[in-house]
């Protein structure tokens, strides 16, 4: 018989990138006395990995619990980021309801929309927080009318239209429901919570049926699956099936040896778990995403949406430049596969292929974003390896025409830039699909654009808007294919020969561009060690020394000026690179290169295509 569970309750927390999602768990933490008093805590404490903390993004959904009023609330963050996409549609099948954060400058952003569609048709009901609401130039009310038009445009349905809305500033740790009253605590968001999102439902008399949604990994208990109790009990020693929905003939007895619920920030093991509880069970080692595990004598797995595809793909290779193996710990083919292989422990939108060399791996992703987090994790541990640039996948479609993943782009920019934006993307084969104008002087711009004419743009779009505009991007299926782009307008200024950067060599070089090193840096034949202005690479000579005379001439001894080098983050490598060129990735270096380092080989590769 189908129950309710009253004293639980599972929310997903969904928004667009940076409104504030993770600071809102945050202060629902604090204000539900997970902390003691006293206690130190860091900002955004759920984004535990190191990347999350710098860069201010989530990368992988994080599942909380907390008590209020003796109910349980289940409380998952998930990512803002289209790359990460994959995350947010899996963990929105646990849970019975979600809050979407919508900025209150802002207003609703394309991942606003991309998620709150995905909540929709799984016909979730929506609280709509708006935050931010203490900023100088918030505009709540516009923001209402907006989040309201988005639901009409996805088809809401009425009781979805009637949605409770509660404005917050989670920074200040305040909401409240009516904008005219003023309050000190957020309250009035765990009221909502459990007025308006239903209880858990399921039978506990029938069969055991839990469906993994996430998976976490951990060095010392391997695969840990996380996911909600439909319909039974699981308990410590059961016996259970591991089976798929997609996969009828995976089907494999196994045993529960951990199982784990969430508390604050910890998992505190119990013995069993009745419905609608969020569980994590450990000692499985091939538990996947979208695995249920069933009782004996009714296998039935829980349908489950398959994952989005990857669009893009990098070769990951090992280094074999003249510096090889000088500054990473894990450098052989046989670290690098194993360390990529476990990557997919976790990541599900991540593939893995090895090819004809055994040195070469393809791996193909979501996005620029989601292989860049890949890389910077990596050389943290201490690899060393060499990528390529980054390519987009194609298909063909019935007829054998060639099909490429297209992005809807949306821009906003101060209104004297719109003009150089526009022209760029349109070189970039982007065709301009609805201009408006925002608030405070900034122009909307809403692109379709193919996914490979975004490669090597962000850098672009930063100098070009002064660092004032805001780029969004979303994956918005396949289409014809667009024809050829150029990416580069430069070419590349290349090392002549191996050994030491010197002062005199770099003040000759630095006439023909914009150079990417300074002095006393190890260089070889064939590194890219500058930008060239012109459309050509160029070949200079930077370990070149003065030529000692015994006379003196009035300017000789003449300080040489420097312009200070170019110093390049991680994705400005990777948007800079050509296709004959690779990013060599070491632990305490960046270098770009070219793929043939010996110059009469390069050209003679040139002439052939």
């Known amino acids: ?134 900023r100088p130039e918030a505009r709540p009310e516009a923001v209402v009318d907006e989040v309201l038009e988005l639901f009409l445009d996805l088809e809401a349905d009425d009781a979805q239209l009637d949605c409770p809305f509660v404005f917050a500033s989670a920074k200040a740790g305040s909401a409240t429901l009516n904008l005219t009253v003023k309050n000190k605590d957020m309250k009035p968001l765990f009221d909502t919570i459990l007025d308006y999102i239903p209880a858990p439902e399921g039978d506990p008399e029938s069969g055991t049926q839990v469906l993994i949604s996430t998976i976490d990994y951990n060095e010392y ?102 510096l090889a193996g000088q500054e990473g710990k894990y450098v052989t083919s046989r670290h690098i596969r194993d360390r990529l292989f476990r990557e997919l422990n976790t ?64 821009i906003d920019v101060p209104d004297e830039f719109s003009g150089t934006v526009i022209e760029k993307l349109s070189m970039r084969k982007g065709e301009l699909r609805n201009m408006g104008t925002g608030t405070g002087g900034y122009t909307r711009l809403e692109f379709s654009i193919p996914s490979r004419g975004l490669i090597g743009y962000r850098g672009d779009f930063m100098t070009d808007t002064k660092g004032n505009g805001i780029m969004n991007s979303i994956f918005d299926g396949y289409g014809p294919y667009k024809g050829d782009i150029q990416y580069r307008k430069q070419g590349s200024l290349i090392a002549f020969e191996n050994g030491e950067s010197i002062t005199y060599g770099l003040f000759n070089a630095q006439e023909r561009g914009t150079l990417f090193i300074g002095p006393g840096v190890k260089v070889y034949a064939g590194m890219v060690i500058g930008s060239n202005g012109r459309g050509e690479d160029i070949e200079v000579n930077v370990c070149k020394k003065k030529q000692l005379t015994n006379t003196r001439s009035s300017s000789a001894d003449e300080a040489l000026r420097l312009v200070p080098p170019k110093v390049m983050s991680l994705e400005q490598c990777l948007d800079f690179i050509d296709t004959d060129e690779l990013l060599e990735v070491t632990p305490a270096s960046l270098r770009i290169r070219k793929k043939i380092l010996d110059p009469t080989l390069r050209k003679r590769a040139a002439m052939k295509k």
């Open 347 to 410: 990541d599900v939108s991540l593939r893995v292929e090895e090819t004809e060399s055994a040195d070469c791996f393809k791996v193909s992703g979501r996005g620029e974003l989601h292989l860049s987090v890949l890389i910077e994790n990596m050389r943290r541990e201490g690899f060393e390896f060499a990528v390529s640039k980054a390519e987009v996948l194609y298909k063909e479609d019935e007829n054998g025409k060639k099909l490429e993943p297209m992005e809807l782009c949306y």
């Open 221 to 322: 208990v391997g695969r840990i699956g996380v996911g909600k109790v439909d319909n039974g009990k699981i308990a410590v020693n059961q016996e259970v099936v591991l089976c798929n929905a997609h996969d009828p003939e995976k089907q494999k007895k196994v045993k529960i040896s951990k199982l784990y619920e969430f508390d604050g920030l910890n998992k505190v093991e119990v013995k069993e778990a009745g419905i609608g509880s969020i569980v994590a069970i450990s000692g499985i080692t091939d538990i996947h995403i979208g695995d249920t595990l069933c009782s004996p004598d009714n296998v039935s797995p829980i349908p489950f949406q398959k994952i989005s595809e990857p669009t893009i793909a990098m070769q990951f290779m090992v280094n074999d430049s003249p």
């Open 1 to 134: 018989m189908i129950q309710k569970r009253e004293d639980v309750r599972n929310v997903a927390i969904i928004a667009h990138v940076d409104h504030g999602k993770t600071t809102l768990v945050d202060e629902l933490l604090k204000q539900s006395g997970v902390f003691r008093e006293n206690q130190e805590i860091a900002e955004r404490v759920m984004d535990s990995n190191d990347i999350e903390r710098e860069r201010g993004i989530t990368i992988l959904s994080k599942n909380t619990a907390v008590t209020y009023k003796n109910t349980k609330i289940n409380i998952i963050d998930t990512p803002g980021h289209a790359d990460f996409g994959g995350e947010v549609e899996r963990v929105l099948k646990m849970v019975n309801g979600v809050i979407l954060v919508v900025d209150a400058f802002e207003g609703p952003m394309p991942q606003t929309k991309f998620v709150l569609r995905k909540a929709l048709e799984l016909k979730l009901p929506v609280i709509v927080c708006v935050n931010k609401i203490d």
